[in-house]
């Protein structure tokens, strides 16, 4: 934002006294927003004119999962627009293809960078060991500001809104002879059938990356059972796995789509790459993921007309099915970065400035915007039950923690997936589920 020209000095000092920041008409944070008042390392960088701000410098090294934008230069083209403001700014990037695993190793090492995408099953206690918090400013009519928060701090911002559902290739559908989107359950199974009839693979799940398919269960169980505080009950539950409630819903409709064929036939290896232009080309048909892959799609060289999103029919019930409205990867300060000042200015520029979330196909992050995205304006055309997502008891991931069931790696759910009896592999998980409660005494 730029700061008028006509303030008095008069002015000046008072709004350095009062540590006051200002907003303009996208909601978007001054330079001065983030100090905020905080005793955060940010605070120091404001001076008249804001010379400080452009003498910051150093080398910021940012770990995340977007090796696309690594690859075709986005991020180099955020870091030069970064570069106008600090010109000393320089950046490594770390981009990593199974980033759910390796960073909970790169925090215990030492190596996350300055900047990161969080570990979302980092329990919330622990968020002080590795992050630095951040700014109250920074979260000003932003959603979720508290879930990623310990004893008044918050140590991480969301980068992106999402919902989920199914993404679509509207050609594929076409030579497939299926005229409307599948309204119930019943309607996607016929629908996947007439796909593969026609050669074209019906649903790109991803077991072999296994990260995706964790929408098939703590990614999508909470908005299926319409509770975005769904994970609070299992906290006092010793066997949370049942067929009868949302874990069985979704794993069951996953079994069954691996099952008949419905799915790619290699569930061993990572082809998460490979996939995206599958779904471009209309190789394959569908996949059941967030908004936010549609733009990787048209990367991939899909036409943004092919490219539909419409509510995943989970039942036979038809009408409006729920849908979340969560979070995407939260971003955050390493504790150990040596250019915390810089990684705080280049966190609150990558969540207001850079244009990240509008090329990333995500919902904004901050309320007073809206997305123009077209596929976005299909799915809702469907009216579908929006579930907020709410900020789980961290007992729930230190339990899953103990138990040593990786929550949002996605292993224990290919597991699932090619096991021949749902029922024991349920039984096995609440088995560590119980023995895990126990050892904490909860």
Known sequence: MKKSLLVSIVLVLLMALLAACGS????????SASSGGQSSPSASAETEGGAAESE???????VTTRTDMKNDGTLDKYAAKFKEKYPKAEFEWVAITDYAQEIKVRLTTGEAGDVSFLDPSLPLSELP???????????????FPDMRAWEGKRYG????VNTQGIVYNKQAFKKAGIDKVPGTLDELY???EKLKTAGIVPLYMNVGAMWPITNWGENGVWFVAGQGNFFDQFVSDEAPYKLDNAWGTLLSIGREFVKRGY??????????????????????????????VIPQIIGAGGKSEDIG??????????????????????IGVSKDSKNKELAIKWVEFFVKESGYTDESGFLPVFKIQSSNNPQLAEFDGFKPNYIENLASDPKFNEIANKAE??????????????????????DALNAKWKKAKEALGY
């Open 309 to 330: 999103f419409f509510p995943f029919p989970y039942d036979n019930n038809g009408g409006s099915y729920n849908v979340p409205r969560g979070p995407d990867y939260f």
């Open 157 to 160: 911002i969301a980068t992106g």
């Open 56 to 62: 910051l410098g150093g080398k910021i090294t940012f």
């Open 405 to 426: 069931i990786d929550l949002y790696g996605g292993k224990y759910i290919q597991k699932i997936f090619t096991s021949k009896d749902i029922q024991a592999e349920f």
């Open 190 to 192: 016929a629908a996947a």
């Open 129 to 143: 060991n590795y992050y630095e918090p951040l700014p109250d400013s920074l979260f000003q009519d932003a959603y």
């Open 24 to 31: 303009d008409n996208n909601g978007k944070a001054s330079p």
């Open 263 to 292: 799915t790619e036939k290699d569930l061993a290896t990572n082809n998460w790459e490979l996939s995206k232009g599958e779904v471009a080309s209309g190789k394959a048909a569908m996949y059941f993921l967030g908004n936010w």
